[in-house]
């Protein structure tokens, strides 16, 4: 079974710098999908980034990137510039497609501080 | 475009009582899932349909848990009876089936935050 290890249950940083999120997975499938959402306390999961297990580019979307590293199956997700609405629990996730369940780590619990 | 709608937001009942909650996804969304969030943890599948056939009910208690989606489009997810380790989020989220390469995959509800007392 497919697992997801998030290591940070809480970090904080200052409005304009940068963080980064750190997320492990097991799985012995070649390929696959992973992904970081965001979930403010409004409760929606709004998707933040995916990435497709058969591209060796990181994936980038405006101040947001990853660093995935198949062979060590980390994904870890890079907030630049960061500002107070990005204040949120973080969840990294897993599927075998991009229409197969999700599996969840615990999630991070992010603070951006004025 | 709409999104998933779920309904109540909230809901606080006393253990052994009975609770229903209503999704309805995305129009056109062949693929409904609801997850199970307890506080603190990330959110775990308890059942996904495809159409109104069951794909997954590996991770429901089927004791107590009960789900349908009639003709296809909203879904019911029902507990009966409650017990106090049942209060949680609950998140229904929709897709398209199949999904394109491109596709951004899931939308999730709001969700139903459910305390049992």
């Known amino acids: 079974a497919q697992t997801v290890t998030q290591s940070q249950p809480e970090m904080s940083v200052q409005e304009a710098e940068t963080v980064t999120l750190s997320c492990t997975y097991d799985?012995?499938?070649?390929?696959?999908?992973l992904f970081w959402y965001k979930q403010p306390p409004s409760r929606q999961m709004i998707l933040v980034i995916r990435?497709?297990?058969?591209?060796?580019q990181n994936a980038t979307e405006n101040r947001f990137s990853v660093n995935f590293q198949k062979a060590a199956k980390s994904f870890s997700l890079k907030i630049s510039d960061s500002q107070l609405g990005d204040t949120a629990m973080y969840f990294c996730?897993?599927?075998?497609?991009?229409?197969?369940?999700?599996?969840f780590g615990k999630g991070t619990r992010l603070s951006v501080i004025a | 475009e709409a999104g998933v709608a779920q309904s109540p937001r909230y809901k606080i009942i006393e253990k052994r009582q009975s609770v229903a909650f209503w999704c309805n996804p995305i129009?056109?969304?062949?693929?409904l899932y609801w997850y199970q969030q307890i506080l603190g943890q990330g959110p775990k599948l308890l059942i996904q349909?495809?159409?109104?056939?069951?794909?997954?009910d590996s991770q429901l208690p089927k004791d107590r848990f009960s789900a349908e989606r009639l003709k296809g489009v909203d879904s019911t997810l029902k507990i009966q009876p409650a017990k106090l380790e049942d209060s949680a989020v609950y998140l229904c989220?929709?897709?398209?089936?199949?999904?394109?390469?491109?596709?951004?995959?899931?939308?999730f509800g709001s969700g139903t935050r459910l305390t049992v007392v």
């Open positions: 989220a929709s897709s398209l089936l199949p999904a394109e390469p491109g596709e951004r995959g899931y939308t």
């Open positions: 996730a897993f599927s075998h497609s991009g229409n197969t369940p999700l599996v």
């Open positions: 129009s056109g969304h062949a693929t």
């Open positions: 799985t012995s499938e070649n390929n696959y999908y």
């Open positions: 990435q497709e297990a058969y591209k060796q």
């Open positions: 349909f495809q159409n109104n056939g069951v794909v997954d």
